[in-house]
T-cell receptor, first 110, second 111 residues
Framework: NAGVTQTPKFRVLKTGQSMTLLCAQD?????MYWYRQDPGMGLRLIHY???????AKGEVPDGYNVSRLKKQNFLLGLESAAPSQTSVYFC?????????FGPGTRLLVL | SQELEQSPQSLIVQEGKNLTINCTSS?????LYWYKQKYGEGLIFLMM?????EEKSHEKITAKLDEKKQQSSLHITASQPSHAGIYLC???????????FGSGTQLTVLP
């Protein structure tokens, strides 16, 4: 039982490049989330999903897109990366009791 | 988030000392979650509180939710270096399992 996994762990992009972050969970959770964590600002919700095929915007969705084609996977896309998107990205999935977090992806946009 | 204020931002204590971290909401809390994060790692779930006046303990960590359900405190007794890390509170403010997080408290425990 791996819980929540994220790929890649670290990535460096140039401004304007695109990339996709992959999140996978093996707990059969319906709810999944993408957050970004910046110094002094805690975690901010980017997008979330309440089930396969559904997505919704969170607090800071601009510049990101998501897809939930399979229940176990939640993808976060950056179409044209900007330096302001340099951050640590966390994926989470939710049971009724709590959210379980992945180990994070460190993204540096130059 | 301004909806959820966490204090202090950082805390340095000597090993063996007690400490308290606070989390205050501007709205009613439907659930309050405490997580711990070590540098470069994900968040580890500690405890969840839902009922006003509720108190939970795990080893030397105790969390309380006040009667009005707008403030929670996390208390560590006889702190150890293993307690060091970032403590985050996350609040369910009534939006379908979405959590709003505080900005975190960086705890350093000096041996």
């Amino acid at each position: 039982n791996a819980g929540v996994t994220q790929t890649p762990k670290f990535r460096v992009l140039k401004t304007g490049q695109s990339m996709t972050l992959l999140c996978a969970q093996d707990m059969n959770h319906e709810y999944m989330y993408w957050y970004r964590q910046d110094p002094g600002m805690g975690l901010r919700l980017i997008h979330y999903s309440v089930g396969e095929g559904t997505t919704a915007k969170g607090e800071v969705p601009d510049g990101y897109n998501v897809s939930r084609l399979k229940k176990q996977n939640f993808l976060l896309g950056l179409e044209s990366a900007a330096p302001s998107q340099t951050s640590v990205y966390f994926c989470a999935s939710s049971s009724r009791e709590t959210q379980y977090f992945g180990p994070g992806t460190r993204l540096l946009v130059l | 988030s301004q909806e959820l204020e966490q204090s202090p931002q950082s805390l340095i204590v000597q090993e063996g000392k007690n400490l308290t971290i606070n989390c205050t909401s501007s709205k009613t809390l439907y659930g309050l979650y405490w997580y711990k994060q070590k540098y470069g790692e994900g968040l580890i779930f500690l405890m969840m509180l839902q009922k006003g006046g509720e108190e939970k303990s795990h080893e030397k960590i105790t969390a309380k939710l006040d009667e009005k359900k707008q403030q929670s405190s996390l208390h560590i007794t006889a702190s150890q270096p293993s307690h060091a890390g970032i403590y985050l509170c996350g609040a369910d403010l009534g939006s379908a399992r979405q959590l709003t997080f505080g900005s975190g408290t960086q705890l350093t425990v000096l041996p």
